[in-house]
């Protein structure tokens, strides 16, 4: 299957190995499919499969210059013993809504899901490309990214990831991973900014072409594991598929229902999963975009209007503080009727004006798809208690925001469709503010003592990844000025 940008025409083709390399396309668009896949899926059948079987089967749809052989193997060893779950994922029923719990890997947040699959899927595009240089994998973190990038490419031969992370943006357990994780091809760097500076000097060194061929002299070469990169948003159409299949084997639904997905909603790669998944046939109403504070897509679903120049919120669900989420461009595209001219245009507005707004024919289109609501920091503790008290069953803050804006939205619009809340991360990796939640108090120490009193509280069982992360070593930050990414990266590769 070939992969065009969303910004450039078609007469710019690459495979899915050569996209999954690159990353991101040189004029700054996304890499997506020339034409999207129609497989004929079989609901029935999906029923006999385990997530790995079933991850092959989607992989496969997308990534065919893959061989099946090389995409078993990777999809056997990305969702292997370093999951809490055998499973992968699991689906449990509280307070009528169900809860699709994506953060039994390795980092303990549903990142693991594709970021376990992409350093295999790059690792072997390198195979079938015979590419002979090193990949520079460059990556703003809001907080989960950096972690769950780190784990997957720690080890991989001719990789080496730089994470650049807002410094005070992430939280002390997130900081833990990435600086705790050791390993000679991984580096974590803060930035005096926030994510969206991160991410825009990020973008910029990818498309600075005097660096670019310096590396290339070097025998180095850039790519993303954001998730802009395609490699990294395939794997997770697998969960919506997942989940839809259990539910109709518990006979929570039938098959051809229609259900509703709820997700918390940062750079928009998550909830585009669940696009996809319905245009390749998954029986989906509606999608519900949960934003935290941060809520510049509530604004763009209500209004048409996409405007970034608002003020920034740090909040307590990090990994949802975002003002410019790179993945909407993917969805508009799709909805322009892959028409690059608009988007380019578009997307140049938002750079220059810092907004701009969707015709009335798009919007129709969005209110059809979507619904959108926001959560602010007390409404998310306050969830965090409710469903507790409701259930005993404990939300980390940024299921907390879809939880809350589901309930939300289920009251105004009387909307009954079974509801899938795609719940992001565990409540240990954020254990402050949960424990504040839970008892009204604070903690008596950030991170990994939080951890230890929130367990205490809640008096359960440690999964075996929460057990890891309490024993990784100590760490010290390296804190740089956002303008200082480039030359920082050029002493780091040493070039
Ligand atoms: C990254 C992240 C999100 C947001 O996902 P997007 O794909 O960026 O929209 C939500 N919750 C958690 C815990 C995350 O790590």
């Known amino acids: 299957m070939q992969y065009r940008s969303t910004r450039a025409n078609l007469n710019y083709q690459l495979d899915a190995p050569a996209a999954i390399i690159q990353g991101l396309s040189p004029e700054g668009g996304l890499f997506v499919p020339t ?33 099946d052989d090389q995409l078993s193997q990777i999809v056997d060893e990305a969702y292997g013993n370093q999951w809490d779950d055998k499973e992968i994922v699991k689906i449990a029923k509280h307070a009528n809504n169900y809860y699709l719990e994506l953060f039994h890997g390795p980092t303990l947040a549903f990142k693991d899901i594709a970021l376990q699959i992409l350093p295999r899927l790059m690792h072997t595009a390198i195979k079938i490309k015979q590419n002979d240089s090193d990949i520079i994998i460059l990556t703003a973190t809001s907080g989960d990214t950096g972690g769950a ?27 833990r991973q990435m600086l705790g994780l050791k390993g000679d091809n991984l580096t974590a760097i803060a930035i005096k900014g926030n994510f969206d500076d991160a991410q825009t000097n ?34 997770q159409i697998v969960y ?38 319905k245009k390749l046939g998954l029986p ?31 909040t307590n669900s990090p990994a949802m503080d975002i003002l410019v989420s790179s993945n909407l461009e993917r969805l508009l595209f799709d909805l322009y009727d892959e028409d690059s001219n608009k988007l380019a245009q578009l997307m140049n507005e ?21 619904a959108a609501g926001f959560a602010t920091e007390n409404e998310v503790e306050d969830e965090i208690n409710r469903i507790f008290i409701a259930d005993q069953y404990t939300l980390d803050p940024h299921t907390a925001v879809a939880s809350f804006v589901t309930k939300k939205y289920q009251e105004t619009s009387l909307d009954q469709t079974p509801t899938v809340i795609v719940s992001t991360a565990s409540p240990y990796k954020f254990p402050e503010t949960v424990f504040h939640a839970l008892t009204g108090k604070e903690v008596k ?44 990266l050029l002493n780091i590769l040493d070039i």
Not at 216 to 223: H, I, T, W
């Open 149 to 175: 990038a780190m784990s997957g490419f720690k080890g991989q031969e001719h990789t080496h990831v730089i994470v650049f992370y807002p410094y005070g943006g992430v939280s002390p357990v997130q900081l």
């Open 445 to 488: 120490e950030k991170g990994v003592p939080a951890i230890k009193e929130l367990n205490s509280f809640l008096q359960e069982d440690l999964s075996g990844n929460v057990h890891n992360l309490i024993q990784t070593g100590n760490y010290q930050e390296q804190i740089i000025k956002a303008s200082e990414m480039e030359n920082t």
């Open 35 to 67: 034409t999207f896949p129609k497989p004929i899926f079989d609901l029935e059948q999906f029923k006999n499969m385990s997530y790995q079987e079933m991850a092959k089967k989607v992989l496969a749809t997308f990534f065919d210059d893959f061989s």
């Open 240 to 277: 919506y598929f997942y989940s839809y299949v259990q539910l109709v084997k518990n006979g929570e639904i039938t098959t051809g229902q229609k259900i509703n997905f709820s997700v918390p909603t940062g750079n928009f790669g998550d909830i585009l999963a669940g696009y996809y998944a």
């Open 202 to 235: 990020v973008k910029k060194i990818f498309n600075n072409q005097a660096l670019v061929k310096k590396l290339k002299l070097n025998k180095l070469q850039f790519s993303s594991a954001n998730s802009m990169n395609i490699g990294r948003l395939v794997p």
């Open 350 to 370: 938002l750079s220059t004006k810092g907004k701009y707004t969707v015709s009335p024919v798009v919007k129709e289109k969005l209110d059809q798809l979507f």
């Open 284 to 314: 989906i109403h509606k999608l519900i975009c949960a934003s935290d504070q941060n809520n510049v897509l509530t604004d763009f679903f209500k209004t048409g209007t996409y405007d970034r120049q608002r003020k920034f919120y740090l």
